[in-house]
């Protein structure tokens, strides 16, 4: 174990097998992709043999029984110490900035023309989306296929059974009930997806002679609002897998997850809502029960007016969001004002890696 002295009065201390599988040179890690060579596990155990301050910058460390030398910087080293706080994982609610109803009133938006020619507009609404879980493009020309325009500027399209986009209007023969002029209830999309779909996007091409508002409900103030009003029943939905299934035609989907996903650290980290698409929970009945009465207690509560703000999409709209944690739901609507969205998908991780690059460009 290799200790080092930090500011503040810190010891940093290092493993020798996590110092000799981050060893930065040529031969454990190619210069030009930045990947490593190391087979850590094709070698012996490492044990630190030496070390040694090189400059006001450099730490040398010598390995057995292999003799290998590895220079490291220092300020590498503080900055990834196994024993430094890492920072919260951008997936969980501890990096996100949690809201109810009114606290959102004003979407983070821009002009979708500022959008396109300046990245620190782009970069703004990527992390807007990234830590709000939601956005929105104006001004997108409301034209069809505008919506995979928009989502190729920072990712890349997922292609479903639906297609490269999908058409939200009133059809004479739906094959599900989004393309009705019925009163859609909150919920996520595609739940009977394994690995669902994780930023949608809803493109305004025409909008509702009346009605047809959308509602927005950040799932994660929710589910942390349950935790702390129903912990018994939160867990238990933390804990059942929820069967979900989509079938028409020649399609049939089916995906297990429970309704309200943590990481393995126990932080919010997903939430899948979709009354339409569940199947009956089987296994013991005491457990069903169980199961039923927090599934009902967590829908009611995802149906309190407090928790949505409301809007209403204009043609030119592009609503950008997080599908593992934004519920969205609509009011009915009049079936012959010729209401029509253009919808996609893409996901979180291409959008992260976006904003990274646009970061890493903009940095001094």
Same mark, same amino acid.
């Given at each position: 174990?290799? #200790?080092?002295?930090?500011?503040?009065?810190? $010891?940093?201390?290092?493993?020798?097998?996590?110092?000799?599988?981050? =060893?930065? =040179?040529? %031969? =454990?890690?190619?210069?030009?992709?930045?990947?490593?060579?190391? %087979?850590?596990?094709?070698?012996?155990?490492?044990?630190?043999?030496?070390?040694?301050?090189?400059?006001?910058?450099?730490?040398?460390?010598?390995?057995?029984?292999? #003799?290998?030398?590895?220079?490291?910087?220092?300020?590498?080293?503080?900055?990834?110490?196994?024993?430094?706080?890492?920072?919260?994982?951008?997936?969980?609610?501890?990096?996100?900035?949690?809201?109810?109803?009114?606290?959102?009133?004003?979407?983070?938006?821009?002009?979708?023309?500022?959008?396109?020619?300046?990245?620190?507009?782009?970069?703004?609404?990527?992390?807007?989306?990234?830590?709000?879980?939601?956005?929105?493009?104006?001004?997108?020309?409301?034209?069809?296929?505008?919506?995979?325009?928009?989502? #190729?500027?920072?990712?890349?399209?997922?292609?479903?059974?639906?297609?490269?986009?999908?058409?939200?209007? $009133?059809?004479?023969?739906?094959?599900?009930?989004? /393309?009705?002029?019925? #009163?859609?209830?909150?919920?996520? %999309?595609?739940?009977?997806?394994?690995?669902?779909?994780?930023?949608?996007?809803?493109? =305004?091409?025409?909008?509702?002679?009346?009605?047809?508002?959308?509602?927005?409900? %950040?799932?994660?103030?929710?589910?942390?609002?349950?935790?702390?009003?129903?912990?018994?029943?939160?867990?238990?939905?933390?804990?059942?897998?929820?069967?979900?299934? /989509?079938?028409?035609?020649?399609?049939?989907?089916?995906?297990?997850?429970?309704?309200?996903?943590?990481?393995?650290?126990?932080?919010?980290?997903?939430?899948?809502?979709?009354?339409?698409?569940?199947?009956?929970?089987?296994?013991?009945?005491?457990?069903?029960?169980?199961?039923?009465?927090?599934?009902?207690?967590?829908?009611?509560?995802?149906?309190?007016?407090?928790?949505?703000?409301?809007?209403?999409?204009?043609?030119?709209?592009?609503?950008?969001?997080?599908?593992?944690?934004?519920?969205?739901?609509?009011?009915?609507?009049?079936?012959?004002?010729?209401?029509?969205?253009?919808?996609?998908?893409?996901?979180?991780?291409?959008?992260?890696?976006?904003?990274?690059?646009?970061?890493?460009?903009?940095?001094?």
């Amino acid at each position: 174990m290799l #200790e080092l002295d930090a500011a503040g009065g810190r $010891v940093l201390r290092f493993p020798a097998a996590w110092l000799r599988d981050n =060893c930065p =040179c040529a %031969d =454990c890690r190619d210069p030009v992709t930045g990947q490593r060579l190391l %087979d850590l596990a094709g070698i012996a155990d490492p044990v630190i043999v030496g070390a040694e301050v090189t400059g006001k910058t450099g730490v040398v460390v010598t390995f057995g029984p292999d #003799e290998h030398r590895s220079a490291f910087n220092r300020a590498w080293l503080d900055a990834n110490a196994p024993d430094s706080e890492a920072p919260a994982p951008p997936r969980t609610e501890e990096a996100k900035t949690l809201w109810r109803g009114s606290e959102l009133d004003r979407l983070p938006a821009a002009d979708w023309a500022a959008f396109q020619a300046d990245h620190a507009v782009r970069a703004g609404v990527l992390e807007a989306v990234l830590r709000y879980g939601v956005a929105v493009l104006r001004g997108v020309p409301a034209e069809p296929g505008m919506v995979l325009a928009v989502a #190729e500027t920072f990712g890349y399209v997922r292609e479903t059974n639906y297609g490269r986009l999908f058409d939200v209007r $009133v059809e004479p023969a739906p094959g599900n009930l989004a /393309y009705t002029s019925r #009163e859609i209830l909150p919920h996520t %999309d595609n739940p009977y997806r394994d690995p669902v779909p994780t930023v949608q996007l809803l493109h =305004c091409l025409r909008d509702a002679a009346g009605g047809g508002d959308t509602l927005l409900i %950040d799932g994660f103030a929710a589910a942390a609002a349950f935790r702390a009003q129903a912990p018994t029943a939160f867990t238990v939905l933390t804990r059942t897998p929820w069967p979900f299934r /989509y079938a028409h035609q020649d399609v049939d989907l089916r995906a297990e997850a429970p309704l309200i996903g943590l990481d393995p650290r126990g932080q919010i980290r997903e939430v899948r809502f979709n009354s339409r698409s569940m199947e009956p929970l089987r296994g013991p009945a005491d457990e069903v029960e169980a199961a039923y009465a927090a599934y009902l207690a967590w829908a009611r509560l995802l149906r309190r007016p407090e928790l949505a703000t409301r809007l209403r999409l204009a043609p030119g709209d592009c609503l950008i969001f997080d599908n593992t944690r934004v519920l969205h739901a609509r009011t009915a609507f009049s079936a012959t004002g010729g209401r029509h969205l253009q919808g996609c998908y893409t996901d979180l991780d291409g959008l992260a890696s976006t904003l990274a690059v646009l970061r890493r460009k903009a940095a001094p």
